[in-house]
Every structure is written in C-alpha cells, then in structure tokens.
C-alpha cells in the first residue's frame, strides 16, 4: 500500500523549535518531488516548502523563509521538516506530499499524507 505518514508535529510556544518527519512505505522516494504543505482552520493549502528529487533545490514560501528547512534521506525514505522561530500564524496541520520528478511542487494529484496538527500558542 503506497501512503505516507508525518509524524513530530505538536504544541510549542513561539519561538520554540519542531522537527516534522515523513514515512514513505509502498514506494520509495527516490527521485520523486517531495513537499510540506499546510491548512490553517478557514484557510486555503498552501505550500510550504518543496524539494526536487536530487536534493539540489528547493523552494520556500517567503513566510517561512529562514526558519524553515526541508531535507530528504532517501535510504530511510524518509522526509523532514525542521521548524525554527515558530510563530502563532505557523498553526496549522501540516500534510508531506511526493510526485513525479517533472513537477517544482507535489500536485494535489499526487501522493499525500493525513497530516499532523502544529500548534503554536503561548
């Protein structure tokens, strides 16, 4: 069965710190186009930030920009997620995706996780 699971998200106040992972099983992430996006309650997806299937680039969302850092470890098929400086307007559940390597971003046509809920509240 192809999924993906995120795990690490949680409550922390801000300017805490929270490190994000994502379990493939069913494939391996090899070459794929990986992404963390998230939802806020009454608020559209938005992506995050994303990184191709070599590793060599990536995109960030200028919110996150600086705080953020997205990574890949493709003999654990494994994504990740490392949250700095995090903010209150950074709530929001947070989804892993992967697709096929022609694509800057996951499509909503790929593969996509449940998500895991960060709070950050004081």
């Known amino acids: 069965q192809v999924q993906l699971v995120e795990s690490g998200g949680g409550s922390v106040q801000p300017g805490g710190s929270l490190r994000l992972s994502c379990a493939a099983s069913?494939?391996?992430?090899?070459?794929?186009?990986l992404g963390w996006f998230r939802q806020a309650p009454g608020k559209e997806r938005e992506g995050v930030s994303c990184?191709?299937?070599?590793?060599?680039?990536?995109y960030y969302a200028d919110s996150v920009k600086g705080r953020f850092t997205i990574s890949r470890d493709d003999a654990k098929n494994m994504m990740y997620l490392q949250m700095n400086s995090l903010k209150p307007e950074d709530t929001a559940v947070y989804y892993c995706?992967?697709?096929?390597?022609?694509?800057?971003?996951?499509?909503?046509?790929?593969?996509w996780g449940k998500g895991t809920q960060v709070t950050v509240s004081s």
């Open positions: 995706a992967a697709d096929f390597p022609y694509t800057t971003c996951p499509r909503p046509s790929g593969t």
């Open positions: 990184i191709s299937g070599s590793g060599g680039s990536t």
């Open positions: 069913g494939f391996t992430l090899d070459y794929y186009v």
